[in-house]
């Protein structure tokens, strides 16, 4: 009876045995199917714009600004403006006083009444000799006629006086004449140095040559000015004008950027002070690097008609240097570069990973142009490429750039 119970209770052991065989066996089994192939992050080759930018900063600087000086000497009658007043373009900013030049004025006039009597003299003089002329040559033409026609008739002495003052005659009118040109000379000497006097009194009224604000003024009423019309005087200026209706943008283009620089280009300004971004356009640039900066010195022209923006205020100029409008983009994550070429990891329908060649083109800051080894729509792994390799299955997981993973396979 003994030996039939452990007979039995072996048995059941034995099968017991069998059974938790078997059913680690399956569980095996089922945990190799389960087993996934590696996730591999995604993403696909898209046609879209892109742009390749350069970010500077730089400092505004007025579009224009002069210090404004006299160009006579005298004393600040009255001056009209002061530091932050607008003006208009010939608008008077001040009035000097210069008696002694008035006076100049007054005696140039002076000369010119007496040479344009001197002209009408002269004139007169000469009707008159031509007068005496008519009547002295006529007597002698008369005698010299009586004389061919009855030889011995007129004595020879007096046909050689009439011929004296018929000679006396034309002589006088040269005279004449030669005095009138000498009067008509000294009257347009007299009338140019009026003009010039004239033009000096005229400068006595200080003008703005430009719309603009004042922003120094050097002088008060009474002050005495100097002409500032020599380089090497040290005259002092009346006021200070800057045009700030238009700005300039000074930034440094590097050497590597100097190339793709347009002049009419626009360019996009923004003034963190102000937490606002303007229009800009590249006006004007050297044409010449910096020898020390290896630099391009370059303006952008940025519109200030309610004066927001201020002479030294710093900005930021994102300029557009390459642009396409339907490119085949990657993200740059995806692409590794080797020398003078680059690659890419795509994973083709059968979820294999194959190592792609490409060529590149513009780059913006998060993508790059492909224009070479790649189709639209692509799948490209992005992230630690390290992780792959060619020839390897993988389970693609397509990633929404910016925002996360879109999952499946």
């Given at each position: ?265 626009m360019v996009q300004v923004h003034v963190s002070a102000l ?116 020839g390897e299955r993988v389970r693609p997981q397509a990633v ?10």
């Open positions: 009876m003994h030996r039939r119970s452990y007979l039995i209770l072996a048995a059941v052991a034995v099968l017991g045995v069998v059974v938790i065989w078997r059913f680690s066996g399956k569980s095996a089994k089922a945990d190799n199917v389960a087993d996934p192939m590696p996730l591999a992050a995604v993403a696909r080759v898209k046609r879209g714009p892109i742009e390749n930018s350069l970010t500077l900063s730089g400092v505004f600087h007025p579009y224009q600004q002069v210090d404004v000086h006299a160009k006579v000497a005298g004393y600040i009658q009255k001056i009209f403006v002061d530091v932050g007043d607008q003006v208009k373009t010939g608008q008077v900013l001040a009035i000097l006083e210069v008696p002694e030049l008035s006076a100049q004025v007054a005696g140039a006039k002076a000369d010119i009444h007496r040479y344009e009597d001197a002209v009408r003299r002269s004139q007169s003089e000469i009707q008159r000799a031509e007068s005496n002329h008519v009547a002295v040559h006529a007597a002698y033409a008369r005698l010299k006629q009586a004389s061919d026609s009855r030889p011995g008739l007129i004595a020879e002495q007096e046909i050689d006086d009439a011929q004296a003052k018929d000679k006396e005659g034309e002589a006088q009118i040269e005279s004449t004449r030669a005095a009138l040109a000498e009067s008509e000379s000294q009257l347009t000497s007299a009338r140019t140095e009026l003009d010039r006097l004239s033009a000096l009194e005229s400068y006595s009224h200080i003008t703005a040559p430009f719309a603009g604000v004042i922003t120094t003024r050097y002088a008060d009423t009474g002050s005495l000015i100097q002409a500032g019309t020599a380089s090497n005087t040290q005259a002092m200026p009346v006021v200070q004008l800057a045009e700030w209706s238009k700005l300039r943008l000074v930034v440094p283009v590097p050497e590597s950027a100097v190339s793709q620089i347009r002049l009419s280009s937490g606002r971004d303007f229009q800009g356009k590249v006006a004007r640039f050297a044409d010449a690097l910096n020898d020390e900066t290896r630099t391009m010195h370059t303006e952008i022209d940025v519109e200030n008609s309610n004066g927001t923006l201020k002479d030294g205020m710093y900005a930021e100029a994102k300029i557009a240097l390459n642009r396409q409008s339907n490119a085949l983009t990657v993200p740059i994550q995806a692409v590794e570069r080797n020398g003078s070429g680059a690659s890419v990891l795509m994973v083709d329908a059968q979820g294999r990973v194959e190592e792609k060649q490409v060529k590149l083109g513009v780059e913006s800051s998060d993508r790059v142009e492909v224009t070479a080894g790649l189709a639209e729509n692509d799948q490209l792994i992005i992230g630690n490429r390290g992780e792959f390799r060619a929404n750039e910016g925002v996360g993973a879109e999952g499946t396979n």
